[in-house]
């Protein structure tokens, strides 16, 4: 399961940033996870339900921001919404797509909690 080591890798990623500033627990944790990431969000809530147990982590909010997807269009020389890679320009119906946006994914804010 893919969102599986997603979720410990940003449990490891907490961890290590709650330990560097001696923090005991962590209140919130926000992510970006864009619409192009290739995520399974409810797989990876309960991944990170699980690999945060035992951990700083265990009790922290998780906020997720999905930035939708965009594409640059060679053909009609736009940036485009997309949605799912592999579907055509909305505006000119070409296929020739680069991604340009919404394939994010990071830890973007921690709050920490008592250190």
């Not at 627990?25 to 990170?48: N, T, W």
């Amino acid at each position: 399961m893919h969102e599986m080591s997603l979720a410990q890798s940003i449990v490891e990623i907490v961890e290590n940033t709650a330990q560097q500033n001696q923090a005991s627990s962590v209140a919130a944790v926000k992510l970006i996870i864009g619409e192009l990431a290739g995520v399974e969000m409810h797989a990876l809530m309960q991944g990170l339900k699980i690999a945060s147990q035992g951990t700083v982590m265990q009790e922290a909010k998780i906020e997720i921001e999905r930035p939708g997807g965009t594409a640059w269009c060679l053909k009609c020389q736009k940036t485009v919404p997309i949605h799912r890679r592999g579907e055509p320009c909305p505006v000119c119906g070409s296929y020739q797509l680069s991604v340009n946006g919404g394939d994010d994914f990071r830890v973007s804010e921690l709050e920490l909690g008592d250190s």
